[in-house]
């Protein structure tokens, strides 16, 4: 169930466009020696073999002995293999010899089969299980990077290794290793990765069955993992978290799950799970091998992108502090991070996303044409092997411009890597095998680094950089580096502005203009009496009046305390005007009001951010007002909007309002929002203000009709009665500047408003559910609408609330992207409406004001 139609995607342009007739096989690579055809060129550098097959096709045929193979260049068709041919095309020979020694898991099943185990598996990497990942994910990493010491030389591949296999044993089954099962389960795994590589070349399958070395290692590699996994997935469920329970490697397995609910571990998950196929539960032979699926994946690959990170950070000290300094506001050290922690670390996951770019884990994969298919104008025919280079694809000149160059930057919204779309980029696959844990991988790169770099300061010893390894994945090996406490003695780089961070043409000066701030209400320290309640409000830091007073860190951003200081003044502010009581006072503050301004505006300062406080407040005030009689009895709610609609004209109130102290305040605010800006903004400002609050009318007249809006109009409704046009207003105000008159007049601009208003108001319908149902006034959220329009459930409805957040989220991306190519002066004005949703998202999923019986809305 949607709501409304898929919007259209980027594309990636592809080689073999335009389209044509199907004409025959790919071409030939050149260079193919007899009876050995390309496996030289191949074995002797991989990468580079594989990156220079594009210069001849969007699909290029290789022969590897009497083998031949099709490699897929173009990013487009190898989207196309994994998406639209992902049934014609199964898994290749490389999944194949996992599978005959592991059995038919996730990672190598194909068909129905596949979607069952991923319908079962699913449930343990769901978004509500996030919160409790990240929180043993925070610890492991915190623990492993507190038990180095000072002075310490590290082999960063070694470490990574270890810890990656701990967060996956800890977070997922509940469980600790013995340090022999670690080093055994390290040791087993290049020779089965190997053996993986070689026996998939075989020409024949007899061949894995003969007495060779590299078989031989391959079959003892799998026999030690299978003992690893029979520790983790049995002393696990066993011990229920406890220290008890045999281990074959004489340690001891369980122990320290942040949750103490072993029902929750992936393999009680599997244990209590029904195979559609058959309708009995699931073998133990099915849970090791999806139990092995989860240590090979979430083990290997994770721990090498770390190396790599460490790598590309140590080459780019500027990059590392601009990750610090986000870090230190976004995530202090000590505190356990939370997703919407992690989504306002921007700058970081670009650094991680450019890492997994350049050092894309995986090297090669590959599929095998079960009938004949098309792939751009080129016929595969039945049984063809085709193969696929993750490197080669996110290293392609074509897509990623000065593609060996580390670059984060290119990720910004807007830039090139963004532009191109999923397409261009795809780390963990597309399609039904999409790797189920995606997010929770990028969520243990990010707290693994934090935890990390916060409190070590790495110095490469001399000649060990890390260094390219080649097999199904690119191994990072070699580095080592010495470690220093970050505290300790002068920082090795400045903080400095990162050399790759531009601000874009014509972009507005971001700090407090003097002019503007007579007659704001702000306050230096002082303490604040009022009956029942004492607020000392913090002394507000000066404005910088030139850029030589700017404080360190990124530009515009506040300092540490002014967010404290204006809560206080808050508190203050809405006491002295009458507007609560001193006993209402903690349950109001208990919602954290201001910390969704502090989300949403990261730059506002001063009287900006006072103002947008005390906007906020006083509309959440008026809007709990409608909880009461005026959102039932339509002659109340004119009684209290009529007046609030005369201070917008400047005209006077016709009749007395029931509650002046609204009245009053509301005419200050209006003031303060008006001051210094232009009569376009005012005009603009007044028109949004007036369909805001029409909206409580609007509701007040269904709710005495007993009538309810149809969806569309229940979504317009919605729209205007969240307020956030007037907040995208004040983003102006905020930033001491109109946004571009060109582009208010954009078409696109006003789809972007319009999207930004429903995606925050839909996130918080999905938030304030269980609240709004127990009002005793018929609420308009649209999760309630769509199960009264369309007779779904409840799940259903949320379910497709939470899809158009998305479909919302990525078209709003796409035309930030647009205007900021016509208009790249209101680049500012774009970001600001980008950052006003993540700070609805990172406040209403958090608040009190939504939260009911230890539950979230």
């Known amino acids: 169930?949607?709501?409304?139609?898929?919007?259209?995607?980027?594309?990636?342009?592809?080689?073999?466009?335009?389209?044509?007739?199907?004409?025959?096989?790919?071409?030939?690579?050149?260079?193919?020696?007899?009876?050995?055809?390309?496996?030289?060129?191949?074995?002797?550098?991989?990468?580079?073999?594989?990156?220079?097959?594009?210069?001849?096709?969007?699909?290029?045929?290789?022969?590897?002995?009497?083998?031949?193979?099709?490699?897929?260049?173009?990013?487009g068709l190898v989207h196309t293999l994994l998406v639209a041919l992902a049934h014609d095309c199964p898994r290749g020979a490389v999944q194949d010899t996992l599978k005959t020694a592991f059995g038919d898991g996730l990672l190598m099943s194909e068909g129905q089969a596949h979607r069952d185990r991923r319908r079962i598996i699913q449930p343990a990497f769901g978004p509500e299980r996030t919160g409790e990942y990240l929180a043993v994910m925070h610890q492991v990493a915190e623990v492993r990077a507190g038990s180095w010491r000072a002075g310490q030389v590290l082999d960063v591949a070694k470490e990574m290794n270890h810890l990656a296999l701990e967060i996956v044993t800890r977070t997922l089954f509940d469980a600790r290793l013995s340090e022999d099962a670690t080093l055994a389960f390290h040791r087993a795994l290049p020779d089965m990765v190997k053996g993986q590589i070689v026996q998939s070349l075989y020409p024949h399958p007899a061949l894995a069955r003969l007495p060779l070395p590299v078989n031989r290692r391959f079959d003892a590699a799998v026999r030690v993992l299978n003992q690893v996994v029979d520790q983790a997935v049995n002393g696990g469920a066993r011990s229920g978290g406890s220290p008890e329970g045999g281990c074959p490697f004489g340690g001891s397995a369980g122990g320290g799950r942040a949750s103490g609910a072993p029902d929750r571990t992936l393999p009680t998950l599997l244990r209590a799970a029904v195979d559609p196929a058959t309708g009995r539960p699931l073998t133990e032979a099915d849970v090791r091998s999806e139990a092995i699926t989860m240590f090979g994946a979430g083990t290997e690959t994770v721990s090498t992108t770390l190396t790599w990170l460490i790598d590309e950070l140590l080459r780019h000290p500027r990059v590392e502090a601009r990750v610090l300094a986000e870090l230190d506001e976004h995530l202090p050290a000590g505190t356990v991070p939370t997703p919407e922690a992690l989504a306002r670390l921007t700058y970081t996951r670009s650094v991680t996303q450019e890492v997994v770019r350049l050092h894309a884990p995986n090297a090669f994969l590959m599929r095998t044409a079960r009938v004949p298919v098309e792939l751009g104008r080129y016929r595969i025919p039945a049984g063809t092997?085709?193969?696929?280079?993750?490197?080669?694809?996110?290293?392609?000149?074509?897509?990623?411009?000065?593609?060996?160059?580390?670059?984060?930057?290119?990720?910004?919204e807007g830039g090139a890597a963004a532009t191109l779309g999923r397409q261009a980029f795809l780390p963990f696959g597309a399609g039904k095998h999409k790797c189920i844990g995606e997010a929770f991988a990028w969520a243990e790169l990010i707290v693994a680094a934090a935890a990390i770099l916060r409190r070590w300061r790495p110095t490469a010893v001399t000649g060990t950089r890390a260094r390219e390894v080649v097999w199904t994945t690119v191994q990072a090996q070699g580095l080592r580096v010495r470690l220093a406490p970050r505290g300790d003695g002068p920082p090795r780089h400045p903080a400095e502005r990162p050399a790759d961070r531009q601000d874009r043409p014509g972009r507005q000066a971001r700090f407090e203009r003097p002019g503007r701030r007579a007659g704001a209400a702000t306050s230096g320290s002082a303490t604040t009496r009022l009956p029942g309640v004492?607020?000392?409000?913090?002394?507000?830091?000066?404005p910088p009046t030139d850029p030589s007073a700017r404080p360190p860190g990124p530009t515009g951003l506040r300092r540490p305390g002014e967010l404290r200081a204006a809560t206080a003044r808050h508190a203050a502010w809405v006491v002295g005007h009458g507007?609560?009581?001193?006993?209402?006072?903690?349950?109001?503050?208990?919602?954290?009001?201001?910390?969704?301004?502090?989300?949403?505006?990261?730059?506002?300062?001063?009287?900006?951010?006072?103002?947008?406080?005390?906007?906020?407040?006083?509309?959440t005030i008026l809007d709990d007002r409608f909880d009461g009689p005026p959102g039932r009895h339509p002659e109340r709610a004119r009684a209290v909007v009529d007046p609030l609609l005369a201070v917008l004209t400047g005209a006077d109130p016709a009749a007395a309002p029931d509650d002046d102290r609204l009245l009053h305040t509301w005419r200050e605010l209006w003031l303060r929002q008006q001051d210094g800006m232009s009569p376009a903004w005012r005009a603009r400002s007044a028109a949004e203000w007036r369909a805001c609050l029409d909206t409580f009318l609007a509701e007040s007249a269904h709710r005495s009709r007993g009538t309810s809006p149809d969806l569309a109009a229940a979504m317009r409704l919605r729209r205007h009665a969240s307020c956030l046009y007037p907040f995208m207003n004040i983003l102006e105000r905020v930033h001491d500047a109109d946004a571009p008159a060109r582009l208010h007049a954009e078409p696109e601009l006003h789809r972007l408003r319009a999207h930004t208003a429903d995606t925050a108001t839909l996130i918080n319908d999905l938030y304030s559910l269980?609240?709004?149902?127990?009002?005793?006034?018929?609420?308009?959220n649209t999760v309630l609408t769509l199960q009264r329009v369309r007779g779904c459930t409840r799940r259903q409805a949320v379910l497709s609330v939470r899809a158009r957040v998305a479909r919302l989220r990525e078209e709003s991306a796409a035309l930030r992207r647009h205007l900021l190519r016509r208009h790249p002066s209101g680049g500012w004005y774009l970001d600001g409406t980008r950052e006003l949703v993540d700070g609805v998202y990172a406040w209403t999923s958090t608040s009190h004001r939504y939260l009911s019986d230890g539950r979230r809305g």
């Open 770 to 780: 269980e609240r709004e149902e127990r009002q005793p006034a018929a609420a308009f």
């Open 579 to 619: 507007l609560l009581t001193p006993s209402d006072l903690p349950r109001y503050q208990a919602y954290a009001l201001p910390e969704l301004i502090g989300h949403a505006y990261p730059r506002a300062r001063g009287a900006e951010l006072d103002l947008l406080v005390d906007v906020l407040g006083w509309f």
């Open 534 to 542: 004492r607020i000392t409000t913090l002394p507000r830091p000066a």
């Open 385 to 412: 092997e085709l193969l696929y280079s993750l490197t080669a694809l996110h290293r392609d000149p074509l897509l990623h411009p000065e593609p060996l160059r580390f670059h984060p930057g290119r990720w910004r």
């Open 1 to 75: 169930m949607v709501l409304t139609t898929e919007t259209r995607r980027t594309t990636v342009p592809s080689r073999n466009t335009p389209r044509r007739t199907p004409s025959g096989p790919p071409p030939l690579a050149p260079g193919a020696l007899p009876g050995l055809g390309h496996a030289p060129a191949l074995l002797r550098d991989p990468l580079g073999f594989l990156g220079s097959l594009s210069r001849h096709g969007g699909v290029v045929r290789i022969r590897l002995g009497p083998r031949t193979v099709c490699v897929v260049t173009d990013a």
